[in-house]
Protein backbone atom coordinates (compact mmCIF):
# COMPACT_ATOMS: atom_id res chain seq x y z
CA UNK A 1 0.00 0.00 0.00
CA UNK A 2 3.05 2.58 1.08
CA UNK A 3 4.65 1.86 -2.86
CA UNK A 4 1.03 2.79 -3.99
CA UNK A 5 1.12 5.97 -2.31
CA UNK A 6 4.53 6.85 -3.07
CA UNK A 7 3.96 5.88 -6.71
CA UNK A 8 0.80 7.87 -6.75
CA UNK A 9 2.36 10.81 -5.08
CA UNK A 10 5.36 11.04 -7.51
CA UNK A 11 3.03 10.66 -10.46
CA UNK A 12 0.91 13.86 -9.21
CA UNK A 13 4.14 16.18 -8.73
CA UNK A 14 5.26 14.85 -12.02
CA UNK A 15 2.26 15.83 -13.37
CA UNK A 16 1.37 19.39 -11.76
CA UNK A 17 5.08 20.21 -12.42
CA UNK A 18 4.36 19.40 -16.19
CA UNK A 19 0.91 20.91 -16.50
CA UNK A 20 0.62 24.73 -18.33
CA UNK A 21 -0.85 26.49 -15.23
CA UNK A 22 0.77 29.47 -15.26
CA UNK A 23 2.00 31.29 -12.18
CA UNK A 24 2.33 34.83 -11.45
CA UNK A 25 5.90 35.61 -10.21
CA UNK A 26 5.65 37.72 -7.19
CA UNK A 27 6.97 41.53 -6.89
CA UNK A 28 10.50 41.60 -8.73
CA UNK A 29 13.01 44.23 -6.69
CA UNK A 30 15.00 45.51 -9.69
CA UNK A 31 13.01 44.47 -12.62
CA UNK A 32 14.91 46.52 -14.89
CA UNK A 33 17.79 44.10 -14.00
CA UNK A 34 15.73 40.84 -13.85
CA UNK A 35 14.24 41.99 -17.39
CA UNK A 36 17.32 44.03 -18.77
CA UNK A 37 16.93 45.72 -21.96
CA UNK A 38 19.88 46.25 -24.48
CA UNK A 39 20.21 49.48 -26.94
CA UNK A 40 22.88 49.82 -28.93
CA UNK A 41 24.77 52.96 -28.65
CA UNK A 42 23.52 54.49 -32.08
CA UNK A 43 20.41 53.62 -32.02
CA UNK A 44 17.46 55.95 -32.34
CA UNK A 45 16.89 56.86 -28.52
CA UNK A 46 14.82 60.05 -29.07
CA UNK A 47 11.70 57.85 -27.31
CA UNK A 48 12.90 55.90 -24.82
CA UNK A 49 11.85 58.13 -22.10
CA UNK A 50 8.10 58.37 -23.42
CA UNK A 51 8.50 53.95 -22.65
CA UNK A 52 9.57 55.24 -19.00
CA UNK A 53 13.39 54.04 -19.97
CA UNK A 54 16.54 56.42 -18.66
CA UNK A 55 18.99 55.85 -21.30
CA UNK A 56 21.61 58.92 -22.00
CA UNK A 57 24.80 56.74 -22.89
CA UNK A 58 26.36 58.92 -20.67
CA UNK A 59 28.55 57.58 -17.25
CA UNK A 60 26.70 58.11 -14.15
CA UNK A 61 26.79 62.17 -13.03
CA UNK A 62 29.51 62.55 -10.62
CA UNK A 63 31.55 59.35 -11.32
CA UNK A 64 34.87 58.99 -11.45
CA UNK A 65 37.11 56.48 -12.43
CA UNK A 66 39.55 55.60 -9.31
CA UNK A 67 42.29 55.23 -12.52
CA UNK A 68 41.11 58.33 -13.83
CA UNK A 69 43.61 61.43 -13.47
CA UNK A 70 41.79 64.03 -15.64
CA UNK A 71 38.60 65.57 -14.15
CA UNK A 72 36.22 67.39 -16.18
CA UNK A 73 34.30 69.96 -14.04
CA UNK A 74 31.83 71.09 -16.84
CA UNK A 75 28.59 69.87 -17.28
CA UNK A 76 26.87 69.37 -19.91
CA UNK A 77 24.19 72.09 -21.06
CA UNK A 78 20.34 72.14 -20.77
CA UNK A 79 18.45 72.22 -23.83
CA UNK A 80 19.04 75.17 -25.62
CA UNK A 81 21.81 76.70 -23.38
CA UNK A 82 25.01 76.80 -24.17
CA UNK A 83 26.49 78.64 -21.13
CA UNK A 84 29.17 75.58 -20.56
CA UNK A 85 29.57 75.01 -24.11
CA UNK A 86 31.13 78.23 -24.76
CA UNK A 87 32.76 78.64 -21.19
CA UNK A 88 34.89 74.99 -22.35
CA UNK A 89 36.46 76.97 -24.35
CA UNK A 90 38.90 78.07 -21.86
CA UNK A 91 39.55 74.52 -20.95
CA UNK A 92 43.40 73.63 -21.15
CA UNK A 93 45.18 70.46 -22.43
CA UNK A 94 46.31 68.93 -19.77
CA UNK A 95 48.36 66.86 -22.18
CA UNK A 96 50.93 68.95 -23.43
CA UNK A 97 53.08 66.65 -25.73
CA UNK A 98 53.06 63.12 -26.98
CA UNK A 99 56.26 60.80 -27.99
CA UNK A 100 56.30 58.93 -30.72
CA UNK A 101 54.46 55.44 -29.10
CA UNK A 102 51.88 58.06 -27.72
CA UNK A 103 51.04 59.44 -31.03
CA UNK A 104 50.69 56.35 -32.32
CA UNK A 105 48.12 55.28 -29.83
CA UNK A 106 46.44 58.43 -29.96
CA UNK A 107 45.97 57.85 -33.84
CA UNK A 108 44.51 54.06 -33.33
CA UNK A 109 41.88 55.59 -30.59
CA UNK A 110 41.22 57.92 -33.19
CA UNK A 111 40.95 55.55 -35.78
CA UNK A 112 38.56 53.53 -33.56
CA UNK A 113 36.14 56.13 -32.20
CA UNK A 114 36.44 59.00 -34.63
CA UNK A 115 37.33 57.87 -37.89
CA UNK A 116 34.57 55.91 -39.22
CA UNK A 117 32.66 59.47 -39.57
CA UNK A 118 36.24 61.82 -39.86
CA UNK A 119 38.35 59.77 -42.37
CA UNK A 120 41.42 58.47 -41.82
CA UNK A 121 42.38 61.46 -43.03
CA UNK A 122 40.53 63.74 -41.11
CA UNK A 123 38.67 64.91 -43.70
CA UNK A 124 35.29 64.24 -43.12
CA UNK A 125 35.25 61.40 -45.76
CA UNK A 126 34.89 58.34 -43.58
CA UNK A 127 33.44 55.28 -44.42
CA UNK A 128 30.28 56.19 -42.95
CA UNK A 129 29.57 59.26 -45.41
CA UNK A 130 32.23 57.54 -48.26
CA UNK A 131 31.20 60.79 -50.95
CA UNK A 132 27.72 60.43 -50.06
CA UNK A 133 27.26 56.99 -50.83
CA UNK A 134 27.03 55.89 -46.68
CA UNK A 135 24.73 55.27 -44.85
CA UNK A 136 25.33 58.42 -42.95
CA UNK A 137 22.77 61.31 -44.19
CA UNK A 138 24.89 64.61 -42.95
CA UNK A 139 28.69 64.90 -44.15
CA UNK A 140 30.75 65.18 -41.37
CA UNK A 141 32.80 67.72 -40.16
CA UNK A 142 36.32 68.00 -41.96
CA UNK A 143 39.02 68.43 -39.18
CA UNK A 144 42.01 69.41 -41.12
CA UNK A 145 41.78 72.33 -43.72
CA UNK A 146 38.54 73.58 -42.64
CA UNK A 147 39.03 76.92 -40.67
CA UNK A 148 36.47 76.29 -38.36
CA UNK A 149 37.67 73.36 -36.91
CA UNK A 150 41.28 74.49 -37.20
CA UNK A 151 40.59 77.35 -34.73
CA UNK A 152 38.53 75.34 -32.32
CA UNK A 153 39.92 75.10 -29.14
CA UNK A 154 40.74 72.06 -27.16
CA UNK A 155 38.67 72.81 -24.59
CA UNK A 156 35.64 73.23 -26.81
CA UNK A 157 36.48 69.87 -28.77
CA UNK A 158 36.78 68.30 -25.01
CA UNK A 159 33.04 69.01 -24.08
CA UNK A 160 31.62 68.06 -27.70
CA UNK A 161 33.36 64.32 -27.45
CA UNK A 162 32.34 64.30 -23.82
CA UNK A 163 28.44 65.02 -24.55
CA UNK A 164 28.09 64.77 -28.15
CA UNK A 165 27.45 67.79 -30.48
CA UNK A 166 24.78 68.40 -33.00
CA UNK A 167 24.63 64.88 -34.42
CA UNK A 168 27.52 63.58 -33.31
CA UNK A 169 27.22 61.16 -30.31
CA UNK A 170 28.54 61.08 -27.00
CA UNK A 171 31.65 59.69 -26.32
CA UNK A 172 31.87 59.67 -22.64
CA UNK A 173 31.44 56.09 -22.27
CA UNK A 174 33.81 54.75 -24.90
CA UNK A 175 36.78 57.18 -24.12
CA UNK A 176 38.38 58.18 -20.55
CA UNK A 177 39.50 61.67 -20.11
CA UNK A 178 42.77 61.18 -20.64
CA UNK A 179 42.18 59.35 -24.20
CA UNK A 180 40.19 62.23 -25.36
CA UNK A 181 42.90 64.34 -24.80
CA UNK A 182 45.31 62.30 -26.27
CA UNK A 183 42.74 62.22 -29.82
CA UNK A 184 42.70 65.80 -29.53
CA UNK A 185 45.81 66.24 -29.19
CA UNK A 186 46.38 64.36 -32.13
CA UNK A 187 44.26 66.15 -34.05
CA UNK A 188 45.74 69.40 -33.23
CA UNK A 189 48.82 67.92 -34.30
CA UNK A 190 47.66 66.71 -37.64
CA UNK A 191 46.36 70.03 -38.20
CA UNK A 192 50.10 71.47 -37.56
CA UNK A 193 49.11 73.39 -33.98
CA UNK A 194 51.13 71.53 -31.61
CA UNK A 195 54.60 71.38 -31.99
CA UNK A 196 56.79 68.29 -33.43
CA UNK A 197 56.67 64.98 -31.11
CA UNK A 198 58.24 65.16 -27.79
CA UNK A 199 61.36 62.42 -27.23
CA UNK A 200 60.30 59.81 -24.95
CA UNK A 201 62.45 60.81 -21.97
CA UNK A 202 60.19 64.25 -21.74
CA UNK A 203 57.10 62.82 -22.79
CA UNK A 204 56.72 60.99 -19.01
CA UNK A 205 57.57 63.73 -16.88
CA UNK A 206 55.02 66.34 -18.42
CA UNK A 207 52.30 63.75 -18.48
CA UNK A 208 52.56 62.82 -14.48
CA UNK A 209 52.44 66.45 -14.10
CA UNK A 210 49.93 67.65 -15.76
CA UNK A 211 47.63 65.10 -14.42
CA UNK A 212 48.88 65.96 -10.74
CA UNK A 213 47.70 69.60 -11.80
CA UNK A 214 43.98 68.53 -12.13
CA UNK A 215 43.56 66.67 -9.24
Given at each position: ?8 T???AT?V ?24 T ?44 F ?6 N ?21 G????S??D ?8 G ?10 L????K ?7 T ?7 G????G ?10 R ?6 I ?28
Open positions: MKKVIIILAAVLACSDVKRKPGSIYMPDMAYSRAYEYADHSNLAEKGVNYNNLPVAGTVSRAENYVYHLAKDKDGDTTNYASRNTVPITSLDSAGLVEAERIYLINCICHGKLGNGPLWKDAGPYPAAPAVVGNAYEAMTDGMFYSITYRNLMAYASQLTPKQWEVIYYKHKQGKVGAVAPATAAAPAAADSSKATK
